[in-house]
């Protein structure tokens, strides 16, 4: 019985690894990583880690991908989420022109792409704290999208149009997120049970991915 269940187990897993590509847990040393960093290889049997090391990596909202939302063009998805906090040019009675500490233009940083986006969003939060702000706006509608009520949900919405507008708009992403098949999605870097759903983007993105499947993960 030992060898019967031995021999079932590594047929499994060689149906598995043929799958999908190697690549997506390929081994990298532990000495490389970065602090915040899980590595591909962390992923669990039926997992895959979105990781920047990899062609999945893509799917990151660091990732240069190019989207127009709403008639608005943007370098990639943390390039929006961190222009959010910038003030509209476009809404005068905005109270943020009154600041003058802002480093870059709303327009400067929605098309920002990777951590030269993350970092602008760090210089946003300092300004933030110092004035005691809270509210980010999209268009007209001004909403604290850590309040984990309706400021909240708004954000996810946006945020999962920004993700299938990305799907959409760059060739050949839609293909990569269906090859990956009902495999459980985990970001590269360590997330909070209890953050908002909109920090969640592998959770969106098997949502998304979810649709178009011809039969859907469970």
């Known amino acids: 019985m030992k060898l019967i269940f031995i021999f ?8 598995y690894a043929e799958d999908f590509p190697a690549s997506w847990w390929k081994e990298v040393p532990r000495s490389q990583a970065s602090g915040w ?14 990781s920047k090391r990899t062609e999945l990596g893509i799917f990151s909202n ?4 190019p989207f127009t939302l709403d008639g608005i063009v943007f370098g990639s998805v943390e390039g929006l989420w961190q222009s959010l906090k910038y003030p509209d040019p476009k809404i005068p009675h905005d109270i ?11 327009e400067q940083v929605s098309m920002m792409t990777g951590f030269e986006a993350k970092r602008a969003g760090t210089a946003a939060n300092e300004i933030y704290r110092q004035y005691g702000l809270k509210n980010v706006n999209w268009q007209d509608h001004f909403f604290d999208y850590v309040d984990y009520q309706t400021g909240s949900e708004f954000h996810y919405g946006l945020i999962k149009r920004a993700l299938r507008a990305k799907l959409n708009q760059n060739p050949g992403l839609w293909d990569l997120l269906l090859s990956t098949k009902c495999l459980k999605l985990r970001s590269d870097h360590q ?7 909109s920090f969640r983007y592998f959770e969106i993105f098997m949502h998304l991915r979810n649709e178009r499947l011809t039969t859907p993960c469970i």
């Open 37 to 50: 960093e899980i590595l591909p290889q962390d992923a669990a049997h039926g997992e895959v880690i979105l």
């Open 191 to 197: 997330a909070s049970p209890n953050e908002p759903a």
């Open 8 to 15: 079932l187990l590594a047929v499994t897993t060689s149906l």
């Open 96 to 106: 943020r022109h009154q600041i003058q500490d802002w480093a870059h233009t709303r």
């Open 62 to 65: 660091f990732g240069a991908t």
